[in-house]
């Protein structure tokens, strides 16, 4: 069916040169047509009236965690790509700690052929670099890239052996793969289970020094530079880490790295009332860090934000903060906690878009499939939100299968009220489609 959205201010960054202009957005066969102002209504369609509200490419997210297969009593890959269109994104790309490990052609098989039978977004998943997430021998990356796999990482259980890592990044860069990194040195981290200073002395919690993510992130930049394979840091949370990816950038290292909304929203004082929900890796940082971070945020030092989002149940959550899981949801709260930071004025709204849709496309190629962008020819995968509408986060209203996040209760402003991919409406709040 053809669509016409009609007069909303439409922010695309994926040009040469940023498009920011009050407009309607012209959609046939499912993709977008046409953007201008006037536009004819379709002789054979609908028009949607998106006045007051910004039009933009739908959400890309680099790093969620839909545990499916294995997991799938915290998230399935239904289940995460519903909340994924509820949080405005249409593309994320799925990390590879599953039951069992997507490190061979089979699982991600398996993945891809799920997620093309009932995913409501595009799911790209990432493989393993070591076998089993172990650590000692490589995954079998070209396999896995023929089958569908966008990058390679261990996720939570980083790379230590620095021999392997070198030669992960070699096989990485032979198959055209970003290298996504866990940054933790394990032994400096010494099972810390949230920052280490200040709070963490107060309340009795064994803490987890800044420098455990620091330490592997400059490791890591020597074999980049060593190998000259593509290098992305994830959920980058201390402000030593930002500083030498900001000096690698200058050297002209293939680096990139993503920012978490949780780490530049929160900091080591929301542990202080041990809420389990606040329990994440790397752990929330200090208030010098989150300056930091944001600051990197308006340089353009972070190339974007992803959200890390990772379910888990209440038997994994409901426990002593020491045993408790880490990780928390992500994808229905990134739009409100990113529009906190417009308003603060540390980024513009457009650098937001760009954070949240261009940029992580690019970073892992998704761009030459048609996401990040609304260019004509693309597919009519994009998000209207509204910027001004201020609601209570409700964890009950969530469409993800679990339920832990930190947020419940917080005051927000911005909502994602309108998904579409391919032209299909996804996620609608308030029936603006029917």
Same mark, same amino acid.
Request: net charge negative.
């Given at each position: 069916?053809?669509?016409?959205?009609?007069?909303?201010?439409?922010?695309?960054?994926?040009?040469?040169?940023?498009?920011?202009?009050?407009?309607?957005?012209?959609?046939?066969?499912?993709?977008?047509?046409?953007?201008?102002?006037?536009?004819?209504?379709?002789?054979?369609?609908?028009?949607?009236?998106?006045?007051?509200?910004?039009?933009?490419?739908?959400?890309?997210?680099?790093?969620?965690?839909?545990?499916?297969?294995?997991?799938?009593?915290?998230?399935?890959?239904?289940?995460?790509?519903?909340?994924?269109?509820?949080?405005?994104?249409?593309?994320?790309?799925?990390?590879?700690?599953?039951?069992?490990?997507?490190?061979?052609?089979?699982?991600?098989?398996?993945?891809?052929?799920?997620?093309?039978?009932?995913?409501?977004?595009?799911?790209?998943?990432?493989?393993?670099?070591?076998?089993?997430?172990?650590?000692?021998?490589?995954?079998?990356?070209?396999?896995?890239?023929?089958?569908?796999?966008?990058?390679?990482?261990?996720?939570?259980?980083?790379?230590?052996?620095?021999?392997?890592?070198?030669?992960?990044?070699?096989?990485?860069?032979?198959?055209?793969?970003?290298?996504?990194?866990?940054?933790?040195?394990? +032994?400096?981290? +010494?099972?810390?289970?949230?920052?280490?200073?200040?709070?963490?002395?107060?309340?009795?919690?064994?803490?987890?020094?800044?420098?455990?993510?620091?330490?592997?992130?400059?490791?890591?930049?020597?074999?980049?530079?060593?190998?000259?394979?593509?290098?992305?840091?994830?959920?980058?949370?201390?402000?030593?880490?930002? /500083?030498?990816?900001?000096?690698?950038?200058?050297?002209?290292?293939?680096?990139?790295?993503?920012?978490?909304?949780?780490?530049?929203?929160?900091?080591?004082?929301?542990?202080?009332?041990?809420?389990?929900?606040?329990?994440?890796?790397?752990?929330?940082?200090?208030?010098?860090?989150?300056?930091?971070?944001?600051?990197?945020?308006?340089?353009?030092?972070?190339?974007?934000?992803?959200? /890390?989002?990772?379910?888990?149940?209440?038997? +994994?959550?409901?426990?002593?903060?020491?045993?408790?899981?880490?990780?928390?949801?992500?994808? +229905?709260?990134?739009?409100?906690?990113?529009?906190?930071?417009?308003?603060?004025?540390?980024?513009?709204?457009?650098?937001?878009?760009?954070?949240?849709?261009?940029?992580?496309?690019?970073?892992?190629?998704?761009?030459?499939?048609?996401?990040?962008?609304?260019?004509?020819?693309?597919?009519?995968?994009?998000?209207?939100?509204?910027?001004?509408?201020?609601?209570?986060?409700?964890?009950?209203?969530?469409?993800?299968?679990?339920?832990?996040?930190?947020?419940?209760?917080?005051?927000?402003?911005?909502?994602?009220?309108?998904?579409?991919?391919?032209?299909?409406?996804?996620?609608?709040?308030?029936?603006?489609?029917?």
């Amino acid at each position: 069916m053809d669509l016409l959205l009609r007069g909303g201010r439409v922010i695309d960054t994926s040009g040469e040169s940023v498009l920011d202009v009050a407009a309607d957005v012209s959609i046939r066969d499912g993709r977008v047509v046409d953007i201008g102002r006037g536009l004819a209504a379709p002789s054979h369609g609908r028009v949607i009236d998106v006045a007051d509200l910004l039009v933009c490419p739908g959400l890309v997210d680099l790093h969620v965690h839909f545990r499916e297969p294995g997991h799938e009593y915290k998230e399935d890959i239904a289940s995460g790509s519903a909340s994924a269109a509820c949080g405005g994104f249409t593309t994320v790309c799925c990390m590879p700690n599953t039951v069992p490990v997507n490190d061979c052609r089979s699982v991600t098989e398996l993945i891809v052929q799920r997620a093309r039978q009932v995913a409501a977004v595009n799911v790209y998943p990432i493989g393993a670099i070591s076998r089993g997430l172990q650590g000692r021998e490589l995954a079998e990356m070209a396999e896995m890239r023929d089958a569908g796999i966008v990058a390679v990482s261990d996720d939570g259980r980083p790379v230590m052996n620095a021999g392997l890592m070198r030669r992960a990044l070699e096989y990485a860069r032979t198959f055209d793969l970003p290298l996504v990194q866990h940054a933790e040195d394990l +032994e400096l981290a +010494e099972a810390g289970v949230m920052n280490e200073g200040e709070v963490a002395t107060r309340i009795g919690l064994r803490g987890q020094p800044a420098q455990a993510e620091s330490v592997m992130v400059a490791r890591d930049l020597e074999l980049v530079e060593w190998t000259g394979a593509r290098y992305h840091v994830a959920h980058v949370s201390s402000s030593r880490s930002v /500083d030498l990816v900001r000096d690698a950038k200058r050297r002209g290292l293939p680096v990139s790295c993503e920012v978490t909304p949780h780490h530049f929203t929160l900091t080591d004082d929301a542990c202080a009332d041990y809420d389990t929900n606040t329990k994440v890796m790397p752990p929330l940082r200090t208030s010098r860090d989150v300056a930091a971070i944001k600051e990197a945020m308006a340089e353009g030092v972070i190339d974007c934000i992803a959200t /890390d989002h990772a379910p888990h149940s209440d038997v +994994e959550k409901e426990v002593e903060f020491d045993c408790a899981a880490p990780g928390m949801l992500g994808l +229905e709260t990134a739009i409100p906690l990113t529009l906190e930071l417009v308003r603060e004025r540390v980024i513009d709204l457009v650098r937001a878009i760009r954070m949240l849709t261009s940029a992580p496309a690019a970073l892992f190629g998704l761009d030459a499939r048609g996401a990040g962008t609304l260019r004509g020819g693309a597919p009519a995968d994009l998000c209207v939100v509204d910027v001004n509408r201020r609601f209570s986060i409700d964890r009950e209203n969530m469409q993800s299968r679990s339920r832990n996040t930190p947020f419940h209760g917080r005051d927000a402003q911005g909502i994602c009220v309108l998904t579409m991919r391919g032209g299909q409406v996804i996620h609608d709040v308030d029936g603006r489609s029917r």
